[in-house]
């Protein structure tokens, strides 16, 4: 589930995501499709998303104080911040991480 | 898409160990998207995660406006489990069974099914439940909380599959209501009305078609016993004997009309029983005589007067003597016995050797139209009114009749009862 790249690969600055999900759920589904979209769009070259799904690894979730999911955790760049819910407004998801919000081309 | 302008907010991490104010953030946002319905899945501190299901706003409007529509049927709608479990009822359910809200549900329907209804019911459900039908409609009785049973109509259709398969069951009253009940009323009167417009045409009819015997018969009379015709005096013999048989079945037919619709109008009298007996003995003797037969008559009754109306008290004597002829043998004999019960009240038996009467017969004797063990077949030259004309008259004058045999070709005793009478007798006002 997890999709370990090594952060040798990943240019400085890059965009790490980690999200919490249960898998399946369709919040869930909709949070990574909507993550990824995200991703590929505004920064196609540099980023990473780790997966992370609550079913399995309960203890995990716990230990990173996650309380539901869907959570998306940007742990770089710092500061780590977090987003909880399924991602649908691409505007408001990028606001909330302070990035601009800028049309692709 | 539902979510609101305000659903993402970012909130900083904070390392492992967070403070105060971030926990706080964190919950509120969880709740926030919770309450969007983002959420699906929460983990407990006990280290455990949770899914949800979700609940789309769209899936909730359509639930609200489910839960609106079956909230305003006047059907108790449920949902049952494959066992029986209550696992919904409807607002109605009150109304209906008695249960106020929530108070059905985890009861077992089943159990709340009259037994004697619980086969067909449990017929219908496991119908659907086996998809060898997709709805039925079944009727059976259901307690109601307050512990009577109503009758009830419900359909049913599967909800869901497998081995928690759940029915819906869809029930209301069967209303053998006013309407209903009323309908049967007028359909009985209709038939009470239909029988005595019957019965009025039968004596109107009776009534015509005996009044011009009466000259008819005279005539016969005087050709009867002039001399001129002494050659056709057989014929007319036999003119005469069948005129005098069809008035008679006429006039029976009037009797029975009238004491069929409880019309019979007496004036009792103080009479003596025995001399009614041997007078009436006296008119039937030519037909005695005519059939070979003996009549026995051991009248050792003290008091043998009675209060009753003296012509239809002959009637009645006649009805039962004529019934003892025509049922016995040629050369057979009769057996009229008095007596006084405990009360005085005297007991006439007109007992007979003749052809009996079946017990499963025995009931019937005295209905109308009904003759040896087949029903309104004239044999004998009658309607078979004679013995029902003869009980109502008994009775009109406050006495009894009743039948008795061994069986069939074992013989009848027919035992009038008949009132004594009294000073106190005659102040009762009932005997009409």
């Given at each position: 589930m997890n999709e370990p790249v090594p952060n040798a690969d990943l240019p400085k600055g890059a965009y790490v995501f980690r999200l919490y999900l249960a898998d399946g759920a369709p919040n869930s589904v909709r949070a990574l499709a909507n993550l990824y979209a995200i991703c590929r769009r505004h920064f196609p070259e540099s980023h990473r998303i780790e997966i992370i799904d609550v079913l399995q690894e309960p203890l995990r979730a716990l230990e990173e104080g996650i309380?539901?999911?869907p959570t998306m955790v940007k742990?770089?760049?710092?500061p780590e911040l977090q987003i909880i819910g399924n991602l649908s407004d691409e505007e408001e998801v990028l606001r909330a991480l302070g990035l601009p919000q800028r049309e692709p081309a | 898409m539902s979510a609101a302008v305000e659903t993402y907010s970012a909130v900083p991490?904070?390392?492992?160990?967070?403070?105060l104010g971030l926990r706080l953030a964190h919950a509120e946002n969880a709740l926030h998207a919770l309450s969007s319905g983002q959420v699906d899945a929460i983990i407990t501190p006990d280290g455990r995660a949770h899914l949800l299901r979700p609940a789309p706003e769209q899936a909730r409007q359509a639930e609200r406006r489910l839960k609106a529509i079956i909230d305003s049927a006047v059907d108790a709608i449920l949902v049952v489990g494959r066992s029986g479990g209550v696992l919904f009822q409807s607002r109605a359910t009150a109304q209906l069974l008695?249960?106020?809200?929530?108070?059905?549900?985890?009861?077992?329907?089943f159990q709340l099914v009259h037994p004697e209804d619980l086969p067909a019911f449990y017929s219908a459900f496991f119908n659907v439940i086996e998809d060898f039908r997709d709805a039925v409609t079944v009727q059976f009785r259901l307690r109601h909380r307050n512990a009577l049973y109503r009758t009830l109509e419900a359909s049913m259709g599967k909800l869901s599959e497998g081995p928690d398969a759940q029915v819906v069951v869809i029930c209301r009253d069967v209303k053998l209501g006013e309407s209903t009940r009323e309908e049967a009323a007028q359909k009985l009167l209709t038939i009470a009305e239909a029988a005595q417009t019957k019965d009025r045409f039968l004596a109107m009819l009776s009534h015509e078609l005996r009044t011009p015997l009466a000259p008819v018969l005279l005539g016969v009379q005087e050709l009867h016993e002039d001399d001129r015709f002494t050659d056709a005096r057989p014929t007319l013999t036999m003119i005469r004997r069948n005129l005098q048989l069809q008035v008679q079945l006429l006039g029976d037919l009037i009797d029975f009309t009238i004491v069929g619709q409880h019309k019979v109008r007496l004036h009792p009298e103080s009479i003596d029983a025995h001399q009614a007996v041997r007078f009436v003995l006296e008119i039937c003797r030519a037909e005695i005589a005519e059939a070979r037969m003996k009549v026995i008559l051991d009248l050792r009754a003290a008091d043998s007067t009675v209060l009753a109306s003296s012509a239809r008290l002959q009637q009645v004597m006649w009805n039962l003597l004529k019934n003892a002829v025509k049922f016995s043998p040629r050369g057979g004999s009769i057996s009229i016995v008095s007596a006084n019960d405990a009360g005085g009240d005297l007991i006439l038996e007109f007992i007979d050797g003749g052809v009996g009467i079946a017990p499963e017969f025995l009931p019937l004797v005295f209905n109308a139209f009904q003759q040896g063990e087949v029903a309104a077949r004239p044999v004998y030259g009658s309607f078979g009114l004679g013995l029902f004309i003869a009980k109502g008259l008994a009775e009109a004058q406050g006495g009894k009749l009743a039948a008795f045999s061994?069986?069939?070709?074992k013989g009848a005793t027919f035992r009038l009862t008949l009132i004594k009478a009294s000073s106190n007798d005659f102040a009762q006002p009932s005997h009409e």
């Amino acid at each position: 589930m997890n999709e370990p790249v090594p952060n040798a690969d990943l240019p400085k600055g890059a965009y790490v995501f980690r999200l919490y999900l249960a898998d399946g759920a369709p919040n869930s589904v909709r949070a990574l499709a909507n993550l990824y979209a995200i991703c590929r769009r505004h920064f196609p070259e540099s980023h990473r998303i780790e997966i992370i799904d609550v079913l399995q690894e309960p203890l995990r979730a716990l230990e990173e104080g996650i309380l539901v999911t869907p959570t998306m955790v940007k742990v770089s760049p710092e500061p780590e911040l977090q987003i909880i819910g399924n991602l649908s407004d691409e505007e408001e998801v990028l606001r909330a991480l302070g990035l601009p919000q800028r049309e692709p081309a | 898409m539902s979510a609101a302008v305000e659903t993402y907010s970012a909130v900083p991490r904070g390392g492992k160990e967070l403070g105060l104010g971030l926990r706080l953030a964190h919950a509120e946002n969880a709740l926030h998207a919770l309450s969007s319905g983002q959420v699906d899945a929460i983990i407990t501190p006990d280290g455990r995660a949770h899914l949800l299901r979700p609940a789309p706003e769209q899936a909730r409007q359509a639930e609200r406006r489910l839960k609106a529509i079956i909230d305003s049927a006047v059907d108790a709608i449920l949902v049952v489990g494959r066992s029986g479990g209550v696992l919904f009822q409807s607002r109605a359910t009150a109304q209906l069974l008695g249960y106020e809200a929530g108070s059905l549900v985890a009861k077992n329907l089943f159990q709340l099914v009259h037994p004697e209804d619980l086969p067909a019911f449990y017929s219908a459900f496991f119908n659907v439940i086996e998809d060898f039908r997709d709805a039925v409609t079944v009727q059976f009785r259901l307690r109601h909380r307050n512990a009577l049973y109503r009758t009830l109509e419900a359909s049913m259709g599967k909800l869901s599959e497998g081995p928690d398969a759940q029915v819906v069951v869809i029930c209301r009253d069967v209303k053998l209501g006013e309407s209903t009940r009323e309908e049967a009323a007028q359909k009985l009167l209709t038939i009470a009305e239909a029988a005595q417009t019957k019965d009025r045409f039968l004596a109107m009819l009776s009534h015509e078609l005996r009044t011009p015997l009466a000259p008819v018969l005279l005539g016969v009379q005087e050709l009867h016993e002039d001399d001129r015709f002494t050659d056709a005096r057989p014929t007319l013999t036999m003119i005469r004997r069948n005129l005098q048989l069809q008035v008679q079945l006429l006039g029976d037919l009037i009797d029975f009309t009238i004491v069929g619709q409880h019309k019979v109008r007496l004036h009792p009298e103080s009479i003596d029983a025995h001399q009614a007996v041997r007078f009436v003995l006296e008119i039937c003797r030519a037909e005695i005589a005519e059939a070979r037969m003996k009549v026995i008559l051991d009248l050792r009754a003290a008091d043998s007067t009675v209060l009753a109306s003296s012509a239809r008290l002959q009637q009645v004597m006649w009805n039962l003597l004529k019934n003892a002829v025509k049922f016995s043998p040629r050369g057979g004999s009769i057996s009229i016995v008095s007596a006084n019960d405990a009360g005085g009240d005297l007991i006439l038996e007109f007992i007979d050797g003749g052809v009996g009467i079946a017990p499963e017969f025995l009931p019937l004797v005295f209905n109308a139209f009904q003759q040896g063990e087949v029903a309104a077949r004239p044999v004998y030259g009658s309607f078979g009114l004679g013995l029902f004309i003869a009980k109502g008259l008994a009775e009109a004058q406050g006495g009894k009749l009743a039948a008795f045999s061994e069986g069939r070709g074992k013989g009848a005793t027919f035992r009038l009862t008949l009132i004594k009478a009294s000073s106190n007798d005659f102040a009762q006002p009932s005997h009409e």
